[in-house]
């Protein structure tokens, strides 16, 4: 007999809340946006204390999104009209998400370069690359997440999609 214990039960969650949810993405990452343009636009002379609270926070919030992306592909959601390349849009947000962390945390490895190397640039331009490529990726990750928010808000809004959705989920079921 097959191994099937890594297939997921359908679980039936609330995707009223889950858009609820998707709509408060973008404002998060707006705010992480700002803080992350905000420390690029410091000193950065002590780069882990000024950038690692950030680059924490940003990493925490993809764990998050990740979580919902996680929730969302075992849920209603991935049999719902277009289900699976929402979703792929969507872990490709918490991806960019994730990426922005890392870009943080390499900021500060690039700013402590001139500790470890000689030669190295000891200006913070090479950590400031690093944070704005870090907003960049964020912007792109807050636009996904509108766009996701918006289509599943007009899914459950129009009663013919609602309608077609439920015929989707319980081919999907049955």
């Not at 690692?52 to 009209?81: E, H, N, W």
């Not at 277009?82 to 922005?100: M, P, R, Y």
């Not at 090479?126 to 704005?132: C, D, E, N, Q, V």
Request: aromatic share 6%; net charge negative.
């Amino acid at each position: 007999m097959p191994d099937t214990s890594w297939k997921f039960a359908l679980q039936i969650i609330d995707l009223a809340e889950q858009t609820r949810l998707l709509g408060q993405v973008a404002p998060t990452l707006k705010a992480l946006r700002e803080e992350v343009e905000s420390v690029r636009a410091g000193e950065i002379a002590k780069p882990l204390r000024e950038i690692g609270p950030t680059a924490i926070r940003v990493q925490d919030f993809a764990m998050q999104c990740t979580q919902q992306a996680l929730a969302l592909s075992t849920s209603q959601y991935a049999d719902m009209k277009d289900g699976h390349e929402n979703l792929a849009e969507l872990v490709e947000a918490t991806t960019q998400i994730s990426l922005a962390a890392t870009l943080c945390t390499f900021a500060i490895h690039r700013r402590t370069e001139v500790l470890l190397y000689d030669g190295a640039d000891e200006t913070p331009a090479a950590s400031r690359s690093r944070l704005s490529e870090a907003t960049e990726e964020l912007d792109r990750a807050a636009k996904t997440y509108r766009r996701l928010a918006q289509r599943l808000s007009y899914r459950l809004a129009s009663f013919a999609a609602r309608r077609e959705d439920q015929q989707l989920i319980a081919q999907a079921a049955g």
